[in-house]
């Protein structure tokens, strides 16, 4: 079993749709996790850190389960915009573990 | 300059070629890594500086040589490289683990050398 896993899509989503997808990790001793975007041919920028609790930033909420292991990130309201690769990192062992990423596609 | 800079951000060169990759962070951060990014793979952790020590190198093949010279600058120097090591090569700068008080530690990426090695 890969340490991180994702989905790797694509995704081909309508403009204004909802969209989510998890990251599977396999050590329950992780200690913090991280969605980051990148678009083609550009590097990986952070969106959001993901906490216990779960968080929002706008249109995008991550959520933490850990009893299943997994992280999520859910999309609202998608635009245009948000077509990119969604990759997903998780801290453990003093190391960012990455999973190769989802592709999402928006069309008009 | 702001962020994390990287240059050359395209190379091409030859199997007999010595080039070098730098990259340079104005974020005061004190670790820096270089990672590999092949299509369609997750990024690969190459090298990692943490208060200007080496503390990973995960087998990387001696082809590729890191240098830290101060906690702001890194350099990959490469020489004799294969075609298959053609990929995407990104820089990132960070906290140090536990040094910031923080378990979090994000890393923040430069904008990459498309290295291509005929």
């Known amino acids: 079993r890969k340490e991180v896993e994702q989905d790797p899509g694509p995704f081909n989503v309508p403009e204004g749709a909802t969209v989510a997808f998890n990251c599977t990790y396999s050590?329950?001793?992780?200690?913090?996790f991280f969605w980051y975007r990148q678009d083609c041919r550009k590097e990986p920028k952070l969106l959001m850190s993901v906490y216990s609790s779960g968080n929002e930033d706008g249109r995008f909420t991550a959520q933490l389960n850990r009893a299943s292991q997994y992280i999520s990130l859910l999309i609202r309201d998608s635009k245009l915009s948000d077509s990119a690769t969604y990759l997903c990192a998780v801290y453990s062992n003093y190391q960012l573990i990455w999973g190769a990423g989802t592709k999402l596609i928006i069309k008009p | 300059e702001t962020g994390v800079t990287q240059t050359p951000r395209h190379l091409v060169m030859g199997m007999t070629n010595k080039k070098s990759l730098k990259c340079e962070q104005h974020?005061?951060?004190?670790?820096m890594y270089w990672y590999k990014q092949s299509a369609k793979k997750p990024l690969e952790l190459m090298f990692v500086y943490s208060l200007e020590e080496r503390v990973e190198n995960n087998s990387v093949p001696s082809r590729f040589s890191p240098e830290c010279p101060n906690s702001s600058h890194l350099f990959l120097h490469l020489h004799t490289l294969q075609p298959e090591d053609s990929a995407l090569y990104l820089c990132?700068?960070?906290?140090?683990?536990?040094?910031?008080?923080?378990?979090?530690?994000?890393?923040?990426f430069g904008p990459g050398t498309r290295l291509t090695v005929l």
């Open positions: 990132a700068s960070s906290q140090a683990p536990g040094t910031s008080g923080r378990a979090d530690n994000e890393q923040f």
């Open positions: 050590n329950s001793a992780s200690q913090s």
């Open positions: 974020l005061g951060h004190n670790a």
